[in-house]
């Protein structure tokens, strides 16, 4: 989240690489919190809740593969 300042000067990040970071760490911090939610559906043999979860995790993957592939080509240089 922009503070409207930053520019990396005290980070030594600028925000739009920070929030990129953020953004998968978030992706993939979702997809673990979303294999608990799709056991609690199992156990409850909610196959509908379960399917939903699972789509949701792999969005959050797909999200996060999205997000790494933008911050190797920046790290490297691109």
Do not use: P
């Amino acid at each position: 989240m922009s503070t409207g300042s930053e520019t990396g000067g005290v980070t030594g990040t600028q925000d739009k690489d920070y929030n990129l970071i953020w953004y998968v760490e978030a992706c993939l911090n979702n997809a673990l919190r979303l294999e608990g939610y799709i056991q609690d559906a199992e156990r409850a043999k909610d196959t509908e809740v379960a399917d939903l979860f699972r789509k949701a995790q792999a969005d959050s993957r797909k999200g996060a593969e999205l997000g790494k592939g933008l911050l190797r080509a920046r790290l490297d240089g691109g």
